[in-house]
């Protein structure tokens, strides 16, 4: 009985290292290839564009409050200490606009780059998954850096899927 165990366990390792030598893996660096990406690019651009925009905004707006503090300290010695706690109070929720608009901005931001990063991905990984079958591969495997991949010595797909991305 044990010999028969033996022998069953012995032809199924053989069977295993012969599906396994059978295996193709390739690799591609999707972390090169999507910031290489025209359509990435594209995207970078529009999303430093919006922020500059809003950075102008913010700092109008702490322009404004400077001047308007400015203005209150000159003339603090003229007025109250009431009217002078009610204008600290005013600019300090003046202060707290421009924080609360400032979150806004970056919850807005981080949302328009999801948004217009999503497809882009998607689409990286539908032509690579059609380059890896395409090129009879059973794997695909990510060789961007710190993805988990030691050595990336077998095939390279990143020229394969640029032609198929168009670029």
């Known amino acids: 009985m044990k010999k028969n165990f033996y022998l ?3 032809f199924f390792l053989i069977l295993v290292q012969s599906v396994n030598s059978q295996t ?5 660096d999707t972390y090169e290839l999507i910031t290489n990406m025209p359509e990435m690019l594209a995207v970078q651009e529009e999303l430093n564009s919006y922020s500059k925009e809003k950075e102008a905004e913010i700092r109008l707006m702490e322009a404004e409050i ?3 503090s400015d203005k209150y300290s000159d003339d603090a010695i003229n007025v109250s200490q009431e009217e002078n706690e009610k204008r600290l109070e005013e600019i300090q929720v003046m202060q707290e ?5 400032t979150n806004q901005i970056v919850k807005e931001l981080q ?5 217009l990063t999503e497809p882009i991905l998607e689409k990286v990984i539908t032509v690579i998954k059609e380059v890896g079958k395409e090129n009879g591969y059973d794997y695909v495997l990510d060789s961007s850096k710190n993805q988990g991949v030691i050595l990336a010595d077998g095939d ?10 168009g670029f």
Do not use: G, P, T, W
């Open 8 to 10: 069953i366990l012995c």
């Open 24 to 28: 193709k893996v390739a690799h591609v």
């Open 66 to 68: 400077r001047s308007i």
């Open 97 to 101: 606009n421009i924080r609360l608009f």
């Open 111 to 115: 949302e328009k780059e999801r948004s």
């Open 156 to 165: 390279d797909l990143m020229e394969k899927v640029k032609i198929k991305l």
